[in-house]
């Protein structure tokens, strides 16, 4: 009997080369297979040219066309991507994000097919947006818990704001972090980090705040700079301009390398003095996760989700504060011992609290759930 299928929509694709709902998806796709879950990741032809099948059992990739532009390639890329959910044998279709969440609502009226939405973060709030698309993604919180049968979110932070602002009550499944693979400099030194380093992580967005941490790094003694490296791993999100400004206003040093994955992120993580996550804005980081589960001490905004993703085992500053974040840089910079100290105990902590087999568990109920529901089983 073949396994009962579910349509992912609302990523950008797979591999997941860049983007936490990328992410989130990839690693939570194998392990919904192995729970009898088959699951077709639906994939926009600008992010990645694969198609088919992955080498994973069980999942496979859809590639769909988009109107690649920045208000319109997420919610015409769900669109389609809907419409052939409709006509396929998916079971269940699982939205992720704000914007094609406001989708949600057509397969349970239009096949009677269930569906879930994740809301990874809450996407209005994000600087690169104008009044119009902040007005439509706000409508998507609204649509992320009316039209969906189910609503997930990764963060208690995100589960506060639906029960305090709509009174609502969502499913929590936090993002996961797998075992961190250990990795001596290699590829690194060859993209040319030549010495001790801070690491940033992410798309460079105005959320996740990258600009501060280039202006905090300027203000920081030259002793500390000329013996560390400033390197930035990501790239663009249709945030052209905003990578220009900050190339450009970016001390000289500082080494934009793009997107990274695989090897070479994981060496970063494994080697990183410090990582940085200056961010304004997010729904669960990964990135955070991540970097906590290499034993690397992280230094983070004190905004709701990174308070709860930290506790006490990251050091926080205060969001959009660039002397705050200078004041802290320095510090953790000259004591190995207090960066030890908070690296072994974010990996304690993410051990025990993230996991993505945990997630897979919760997300799989959650299908069953559903499935019978319909008078199905999964």
């Not at 088959?38 to 040219?49: E, G, L, Q, T």
């Not at 280039?214 to 999100?237: F, K, M, N, Q, S």
Request: hydrophobic share 45%; net charge positive; glycine share 10%.
């Amino acid at each position: 009997m073949a396994s009962p299928r579910v349509a992912m929509i609302g990523q950008k694709g797979w591999p997941p080369i860049h983007g936490g709902i990328e992410r989130h998806v990839a690693e939570l796709a194998p392990r919904l297979a192995a729970r009898g879950w088959a699951v077709d990741i639906y994939s926009r032809p600008h992010y990645s040219a694969h198609h088919g099948d992955t080498g994973l059992p069980g999942v496979r990739v859809v590639r769909r066309p988009s109107l690649a532009t920045k208000h319109l390639d997420a919610i015409t890329h769900a669109l389609v991507c809907t419409f052939d959910a409709l006509r396929g044998d998916a079971r269940i279709v699982h939205y992720h994000a704000l914007g094609p969440g406001l989708l949600a609502g057509l397969p349970r009226w239009l096949a009677g097919k269930p569906t879930v939405v994740t809301v990874h973060g809450l996407d209005w709030q994000r600087q690169k947006w104008g009044r119009l698309a902040r007005w439509v993604l706000r409508g998507g919180e609204q649509a992320s818990f009316r039209l969906p049968e189910r609503t997930i979110v990764v963060s208690q932070a995100l589960q506060t704001w639906f029960r305090q602002r709509h009174g609502r009550e969502t499913i929590y499944i936090p993002n996961g972090v797998g075992a961190p693979v250990y990795r001596p400099m290699r590829l690194a030194r060859e993209r040319g980090v030549d010495r001790p380093f801070v690491l940033f992580a992410g798309r460079l967005v105005p959320e996740k705040g990258c600009h501060l941490l280039t202006r905090a790094w300027a203000a920081l003694p030259a002793a500390l700079r000329e013996g560390h490296r400033l390197v930035i791993a990501g790239d663009a999100g249709f945030t052209d301009a905003y990578v220009r400004a900050l190339r450009a206003e970016a001390p000289a040093d500082t080494l934009f390398l793009g997107f990274v994955h695989g090897e070479l992120l994981q060496e970063l993580y494994t080697n990183a003095e410090l990582v940085v996550l200056p961010s304004t804005m997010e729904g669960l980081s990964i990135a955070l996760l991540e970097g906590m589960s290499y034993a690397r001490c992280c230094l983070a905004s004190d905004i709701p989700p990174n308070r709860e993703a930290a506790a006490d085992c990251a050091p926080l500053f205060p969001a959009g504060d660039v002397r705050a974040l200078t004041a802290r840089l320095a510090e953790l910079l000259l004591d190995p011992q207090v960066r030890r100290c908070y690296g072994e105990a974010g990996q304690l902590r993410v051990i025990e609290h993230y996991s993505w087999e945990r997630a897979a568990d919760l997300t799989a109920a959650v299908y069953a759930e559903l499935a019978a529901s319909r008078g199905g089983t999964a």
